[in-house]
Nanobody
Framework: QVQLVESGGGLVQAGGSLRLSCAAS????????MGWFRQAPGKEREFVAA????????YYADSVKGRFTISRDNAKNTVYLQMNSLNPEDTAVYYC????????????????WGQGTQVTVSS
């Protein structure tokens, strides 16, 4: 069992940056591929970014490519999402999730989920 807790969300102006963190407990994250997803009001949850267990492979949604960076520190059991050049369309609750295999955007492969952190981007 893995427990995931996201932090770092908040209110930011368009063009600003935020860094989200996802801390794990219960088991080491080093054996899991990790992903970030988001869900805006009235919309389905969508993929944002993924990183392999070693950090050697990453994968991004086209909408965030070049603006967001996913990284991980297995020694700290933490995954990060650096978000730059934010725009109002990025407003959503952001979730981190863990998968037992390299799953990229396949949401059904992610077994463990955090509770989410709200990101609001004002225009």
């Amino acid at each position: 069992q893995v427990q995931l807790v996201e932090s770092g969300g908040g209110l930011v102006q368009a063009g600003g940056s935020l860094r989200l963190s996802c801390a794990a407990s219960g088991r080491t994250l080093s054996t899991y591929a990790m992903g970030w997803f988001r869900q805006a009001p009235g919309k389905e949850r969508e993929f944002v970014a993924a990183i392999s267990w070693s950090g050697g492979s990453t994968y991004y949604a086209d909408s965030v490519k070049g603006r967001f960076t996913i990284s991980r520190d297995n020694a700290k059991n933490t995954v990060y999402l650096q978000m730059n050049s934010l725009n109002p369309e990025d407003t959503a609750v952001y979730y981190c999730a863990a998968a037992s295999s390299w799953s990229q955007a396949l949401i059904y492969q992610y077994r463990y989920w955090g509770q989410g952190t709200q990101v609001t981007v004002s225009s």
